[in-house]
């Protein structure tokens, strides 16, 4: 999904569960137990996609932080610009909340097959 983002010019974003053991994550950028990560080349680097776990080096606020992400704890992957991708089912307990759509005006999300 996300090459296939990236291959289509657009932005490839990911809304992370923050509740989900092993996310190293800033706290300080979640909001209600989630966090929305822009994966572009231009916003990280050394991305590793693995089947177990989703990693990066990126800056928040100016500081450096090596973010690390079990697949298990990522509610979504979408196109920042229209919406467009894939959401998952959250990891955890089942009374744990669906995830949100995108806060961007006109975003959603939409199942591509």
Do not use: C
């Amino acid at each position: 999904m996300h090459e296939w983002i990236l291959d289509n010019g657009k932005t490839p974003y990911v809304i992370v569960s923050t509740t989900v053991a092993g996310v190293s994550v800033p706290e300080d950028r979640a909001e209600n137990g989630r966090i929305v990560l822009n994966l572009s080349p231009t916003a990280i680097r050394n991305l590793k996609i693995g089947n177990e776990v989703l990693e990066f080096d990126g800056r928040f606020g100016g500081r450096p932080f090596r973010v690390t992400v079990p697949i298990a704890a990522v509610l979504a992957v979408y196109a920042r610009e229209t919406g467009e991708g894939m959401a998952f089912e959250p990891a955890g307990p089942a009374d744990q909340p669906a995830p949100t759509q995108p806060t961007t005006p006109g975003g959603h999300l939409r199942v591509i097959k």
